[in-house]
């Protein structure tokens, strides 16, 4: 009884006609058995006894206060000061993620929300500690963005990992306020506004379906698992179940509880054991075929990480490179650019095309091919001879010159989107940064130099290539991009070869040299064609043509005038 004999005299001291043996065996079960600590099985526990011996029951909130009271409590700062078997726990915390799920508590339905919290929330630098949590009384101080003190939680480890338990009896004090999401467990949402993890439901028609064998790193096993595709009308998602999954292409579905995660920049629907499948009904539904002809991408839709990909584009180029693989077996890829009208990227296809790849261009359609970004650049990947088909014609006509096809598309668009390539944006110049003009390059990888030093430790010593550049920032009245020039283009909107712009600055200083490019540029409207890169450091525009766009001062004033109402 040593283990629980703290917590079995406190059942004593309100049922003192118990037996402190069954009381010990009591909390003993809820730990192995249910994995519950003694000090969240507490209330449970004086209940049963309570009412064995039909001693008169106490409120709630009188058990969760003598219960506290009992026990001394040990405020922290950092999650890792903490220990498995530390209860009454006092720590302030940020709510990172907040999922509302449904399960069963002592046959009971109730709702137990989870999600993550990192500690020291008020501290500007270092590492935050990040741990799970749960929250058995739903509490509704907990929300995502929220910095609050929890009061009276308590730490549960499993297999190793270690996580907060927020009891029904514990506080929850918000020192900041957060972000109330308004889902409920079980609630339906819309596929295209799944853009983060958690825990959603979803009803849509399964599009594909296919097994698959995920491979254990370290060797032991694999995993058989079931790929594919569902969507509504809002869009599709991919889907990765790890259990058995027997419903047909077509049929319509409902998945409860199913877990977000994040592929690269990329959601998908995880399905455990916790999650639920049924078929749905609803005679108003989209059919498949609807559903199969919507979800069809365009370039301007790829995003890194995206699995069972359809499209429809043009093969514009295409080269076959021979390599030797890790097991040393002679293997060959053909890649390539391929182009649609809203875009171009680059395609791998790792078997022999079913065309001559010297009669390009050719028209295909792609199915079930996977996506990777390379230089923020997608690269389509074709991986066996199903997933490809040769079109007689494009559906979009003979209308458009892919190969020349540049896509016109707002700057507030491009800064929010995926990265893409042939784009042109346009904006006005807000900033230029002082190393622009004269650079210096790595002679063999191409970086700019720092310092006179490369950033990659493979490249060898040597003296770098002086090359042109530009560094702006491009405003659209609603978001920035950052627009970096290229030699050509830069020559040609400032007039300048590179010798001129060097001697330039030998002879001005560079300080100088930016400040005459800031008063001929600064303010004008500027229209800039290239590829952008986006990622989590922002969005940012790599040009090979740019041009200034004379503002016509007399219809800018009639503008103003309309929009302000003006006579």
């Given at each position: 009884m040593s283990d629980y004999e703290a917590h079995v005299s406190e059942v004593l001291k309100q049922v003192p006609d118990a037996d402190p043996q069954k009381v010990a065996e009591a909390f003993s079960r809820y730990e192995k058995d249910f994995l519950i600590p003694p000090e969240d099985a507490?209330?449970?526990?004086l209940r049963r006894f309570q009412s064995d011996t039909g001693a008169p029951v106490?409120?709630?909130?009188?058990?969760?206060?003598?219960?506290?009271?009992?026990?001394?409590?040990?405020?922290?700062?950092?999650l890792s000061d903490l220990s498995a078997d530390d209860r009454n726990v006092e720590i302030e915390v940020e709510i990172i993620t907040h999922n509302p799920r449904t399960t069963m508590v002592?046959?009971?339905?109730?709702?137990?929300?989870?999600?993550?919290?990192?500690?020291?929330?008020?501290?500007?630098?270092?590492?935050r500690t990040r741990w799970e949590y749960k929250d058995w009384g739903n509490n509704p101080n907990i929300a995502p963005g929220a910095v609050v003190r929890l009061e009276g939680v308590s730490v549960n480890e499993y297999q190793g990992r270690m996580s907060i338990n927020v009891n029904q009896a514990s506080r929850v004090v918000v020192l900041r306020e957060g972000v109330r999401t308004v889902s409920k467990p079980g609630e339906p949402v819309e596929i295209n506004s799944i853009k983060s993890e958690g825990s959603v439901t979803v009803v849509g028609r399964l599009l594909a379906s296919r097994k698959d064998v995920i491979h254990r790193k370290d060797g032991s096993g694999s995993i058989d698992v079931v790929r594919g595709r569902i969507a509504d009308d809002s869009g599709a998602i991919g889907f990765l179940s790890w259990e058995s999954f027997d419903h047909e292409v077509g049929s319509l579905i409902k998945i409860e509880n199913a877990q977000i995660r994040v592929f690269r920049e990329t959601p998908e629907i995880n399905i455990g054991s916790s999650s639920k499948i049924e078929i749905f009904h609803d005679s108003n539904f989209a059919s498949a075929e609807d559903l199969v002809a919507r979800s069809v991408s365009r370039i301007e839709d790829l995003r890194d990480g995206s699995r069972d990909v359809e499209i429809v584009l043009e093969i514009q180029k295409?080269?076959?490179?021979?390599?030797?693989?890790?097991?040393?077996?002679?293997?060959?890829?053909?890649?390539?650019?391929v182009a649609d009208p809203t875009g171009k990227c680059r395609c791998s296809i790792w078997f022999e095309p079913p065309f001559d790849i010297e009669s390009t261009p050719v028209v295909v359609r792609l199915k079930g091919v996977r996506v990777r970004a390379w230089q923020g650049i997608p690269d389509i990947t074709v991986d066996d001879d199903t997933q490809i088909e040769v079109l007689a014609a494009a559906p979009w006509g003979d209308d458009i010159d892919l190969a020349n096809n540049v896509v016109e598309v707002a700057l507030t668009d491009l800064s929010s989107g995926a990265s893409r390539v042939g784009i042109s944006t346009t904006g006005n110049v807000i900033s230029i940064r002082e190393d622009s003009g004269i650079i210096s390059r790595c002679s063999e990888c191409r970086r700019v130099l720092r310092d006179g030093e490369c950033s990659v430790p493979s490249c060898s010593?040597?003296?770098?290539?002086?090359?042109?550049?530009?560094?702006?920032?491009?405003?659209?009245?609603?978001s920035t991009i950052s627009l970096i020039v290229n030699k050509i283009a830069t020559e040609s909107l400032i007039g300048m070869n590179q010798e001129q712009i060097s001697s330039n600055i030998v002879e001005n200083g560079t300080m100088a040299f930016v400040q005459e490019l800031r008063e001929r540029l600064l303010g004008r409207k500027l229209r800039a064609n290239g590829r952008t890169i986006v990622d989590e450091q922002g969005a940012m525009l790599l040009s090979d043509d740019v041009e200034l766009i004379d503002a016509d001062s007399v219809l800018a004033a009639a503008e103003l005038r309309a929009k302000w109402g003006v006579v």
């Open positions: 507490m209330r449970s526990v106490q409120s709630n909130q009188q058990s969760a206060g003598s219960q506290r009271q009992s026990m001394p409590i040990k405020k922290v700062e950092r002592r046959g009971e339905e109730k709702i137990v929300p989870y999600g993550l919290i990192e500690d020291q929330p008020w501290s500007d630098g270092g590492s295409m080269i076959k490179r021979d390599f030797q693989g890790k097991d040393g077996e002679a293997k060959s890829v053909w890649s390539g650019d010593s040597y003296e770098g290539v002086d090359d042109v550049r530009l560094r702006m920032v491009l405003d659209d009245g609603h």
